[in-house]
């Protein structure tokens, strides 16, 4: 176990960074060279250099107690293993089990009678809704406490025609929770949006696009909804009158997706290759970026609002900033058509503020990358799947990246170190996936017209050590996570215990 020169300049640079220091920092950024480093920053954490000083102090009184008692240790490393948690802050262990989640392991449910183009979870609850191409989207209730299990609401997607109301035959292509949970927005095929209630009930419907819908986004406040469509028209409507508030018609081809940079403000983006900034009340875009060659597939906000990610046709995934018209960071290295990105729920604006933020994207070249946004470099390929990727979802934490291909796997990824930890495989190509609010369950839809969840347990021990005497050690045990496995090893060891004995990997001797 050693650390180089490059690494502890590093430490000093990011401590500067962090302790307020700013142009010390950049002086001392320059003359180590600190940018042509090949290491990654994202998997540095936050006051690593004091972390790595005191845990240091530990080691060395451990060394001084140790030697007090005659014992030498063969394997350092397992030494420096135990010893640098004695804080009782003691780092999770995570407990793995296969890769492979068994068929039997996974909730399938079946109603719809085609595709099942997009899901969602309620924010607040185990309700997930679905969207389909059979001009329905239904709500399954998933919540443990459900009597009746997997229960569903279907919501029908209707037209006015003769004074009756008639199945519209039209794909759902859209849908989306408010913040709270009350309400779903649906957008379809057939032009309309549609608001309702989370038992099932059709609140409102909003009509004024000419053609198809492809996206809809309620805003954060929870009192507009924002939809595009292929009529090239953006749309921010009264969430609660179901009025038009405005339509922006600043695309010259049909607009493909958009999304809120904070209530009131948004961006969208269309096969037109040109990414609009527009406000509510302002009658011409606020922000134009161009740059991209190809239809622009998708954009998103990183949660603190001020950075613009897109992907395109053209192969490239590009970084945006208002406050310049060029783009920050052109990055290429798919293969094929980007599909879809995300930001993690990491980093500044984010209830895990102090992770670092990263950005993954899915091609049709059957990879997904993530990135480090900062130094703009990819920092893994995940390479497991076969087909193209069609959906990318990080957990609520961040820890985690679940990616849904057409080759009927849904893959979950540690974002840290970019192995794949659970592995799903279903009977059809997989358009979506999504996390639950708890993290701790994976939705998924299909080709097959299936909608599948599972658990993705995690299972964490904490072990302290209390004291060491000769060669006996005292632990603290704690476990913690979700799932019946958690419950399980709980109740078999209790939820907290000690353990007393000799720890053999330490080969000590008098």
């Known amino acids: 176990m050693s650390i180089t020169s490059d690494e502890v300049n590093f430490l000093v640079y990011r401590y500067l960074q962090e302790s307020g220091f700013s142009h010390s920092a950049f002086t001392f950024g320059i003359e180590s060279h600190i940018s042509q480093s090949n290491i990654n920053g994202t998997l540095v954490p936050p006051a690593a250099l004091i972390s790595i000083l005191q845990k240091g102090l530990q080691y060395v009184e451990a060394e001084i107690s140790i030697n007090e008692l005659n014992v030498t240790c063969e394997q350092h490393g397992l030494l420096i293993l135990i010893f640098l948690f004695t804080d009782n802050h003691s780092k999770p262990m995570e407990i793995d089990g296969d890769v492979e989640i068994p068929p039997n392991k996974a909730t399938v449910l079946r109603g719809h009678e085609s595709e099942v183009f ?254 480090d946004v900062d130094r703009g470099v990819c920092i893994h390929t995940l390479t497991k799947h076969q087909e193209p990727v069609y959906s990318v979802a990080f957990s609520p934490d961040g820890k985690y990246l679940a990616s849904g291909s057409f080759d009927k796997c849904v893959h979950i990824w540690n974002t840290q170190s970019g192995t794949l930890v659970h592995s799903y495989r279903g009977t059809g190509g997989i358009f979506e996936v999504c996390w639950n609010a708890r993290g701790d369950k994976v939705g998924a839809s299909a080709s097959d017209g299936s909608v599948r969840s599972f658990t993705c347990c995690k299972c964490w021990v904490e072990v302290t050590l209390l004291k060491s005497v000769n060669k006996t050690y005292v632990c603290h045990i704690a476990f913690s996570g979700h799932g019946s496995r958690c419950r399980q090893l709980q109740t078999e060891m209790s939820t907290s215990v000690e353990y007393i004995g000799t720890v053999p990997a330490l080969n000590a001797k008098r």
């Open 118 to 371: 997009i899901c969602a979870w309620n924010p607040v609850s185990d309700l997930l809704a679905s969207g389909s191409g059979d001009s329905t989207a239904r709500i399954w209730n998933l919540n443990e406490n459900s009597n009746s299990g997997s229960t569903q609401l279907v919501l029908r997607h209707c037209i006015r025609e003769g004074g009756h109301d008639v199945p519209s035959n039209k794909d759902v292509t859209s849908l989306d929770w408010n913040s709270d949970g009350t309400l779903l927005a649906t957008g379809s095929y057939d032009g309309f949006a549609r608001i309702w209630t989370e038992d099932g009930n059709l609140a409102s419907t909003l009509g004024q696009h000419k053609g198809p819908i492809f996206a809809l986004k309620w805003n954060k406040k929870g009192n507009y909804i924002l939809s595009a469509g292929v009529d090239k028209t953006t749309i921010i409507w009264d969430a609660h009158t179901g009025e038009a508030k405005q339509q922006f018609p600043f695309h010259s081809a049909p607009a493909l997706d958009v999304d809120w940079q904070n209530n009131t403000t948004f961006a969208s983006c269309s096969t037109d290759m040109c990414i609009h900034v527009c406000r509510l009340g302002c009658d011409r875009p606020v922000k134009t970026f161009q740059g991209h060659t190809n239809e622009v597939n998708a954009i998103k906000w990183d949660p603190s609002g001020m950075l613009l990610a897109s992907c395109s046709d053209d192969m490239t995934l590009k970084i945006w900033s208002m406050k310049q018209d060029t783009c920050v960071h052109d990055l290429q290295a798919h293969s094929k058509e980007i599909y879809t990105i995300k930001w993690s729920p990491t980093g500044p604006g984010t209830s895990n503020p102090n992770s670092n933020i990263m950005l993954a994207s899915a091609s049709f070249d059957s990879t997904v990358r993530l990135w």
